[in-house]
């Protein structure tokens, strides 16, 4: 399949937040990416129903949103009554990692799982199976405009090589420190799904950005 692209919506001018959804809308981007922080299983709070109903109502693409939350399980219904069609939680936060996935599915989204990067591949051994798709934070999670963590790269190779034996549709996902420069790496380490947010909203023409990343990893 062809690589999708995520522009996160934390980077967006919120001062003008209906401009910056219609360029996503208009762009070549595939996905919104919403980043959930609540403070306190990450250093930073970021937004919260408000904010993405407000996105729902004018999105013509699917949201695709990331609770670096502590006790994700409370608000599974309400994102998917939101509108999320993507929806990923954090190993590290979740006691009962299967059950929080059966739950993601039941409410009819498609469920996530995300490591930090201190966070071994091998940890999801036991629940790749079950899960539609994992994101590999490259940066701490919390901060938007981090560099990217290069090993990041091996942990993709060693996902898919464990998604070819359990799980061949797996999709791995790919947030922080995402650029034109290192988009053809990750993509051929075996990324399927970009998150970019500083580097392209802080770019002139962020619509072109989008395109740009797309042609790099057809």
């Not at 999320?84 to 993601?104: D, F, G, M, P, W």
Request: charged content about 20%.
């Amino acid at each position: 399949m062809a690589t999708l692209i995520a522009p996160s919506m934390l980077s967006a001018n919120f001062g003008n937040l209906a401009s910056d959804i219609e360029m996503v809308n208009n762009s070549e981007a595939d996905l919104f990416h919403l980043d959930i922080m609540d403070g306190l299983f990450v250093p930073n709070i970021s937004y919260g129903f408000p904010v993405v109903k407000a996105i729902s109502e004018l999105a013509k693409k699917p949201m695709d949103a990331h609770l670096m939350i502590v006790d994700p399980d409370r608000y599974i219904e309400r994102f998917a009554k939101e509108g999320v069609k993507y929806l990923s939680v954090h190993i590290e936060a979740c006691t009962h990692l299967h059950r929080t996935i059966q739950n993601i599915k039941e409410c009819g989204m498609k469920a996530g799982v995300a490591l930090n990067p201190h966070t071994p591949a091998y940890m999801i051994k036991e629940i790749i199976a079950d899960t539609d798709f994992v994101l590999v934070m490259s940066v701490n999670p919390g901060f938007g405009g981090q560099s990217f963590i290069a090993s990041s790269l091996n942990k993709i190779r060693e996902i898919r090589d464990m998604a070819s034996k359990a799980a061949p549709n797996l999709l791995i996902e790919v947030d922080g420190g995402v650029s034109k420069e290192n988009a053809p790496l990750l993509v051929e380490a075996g990324a399927d799904i970009l998150v970019a947010g500083n580097s392209i909203f802080s770019k002139s023409s962020p619509s072109e950005t989008i395109k740009e990343l797309k042609q790099l990893t057809r």
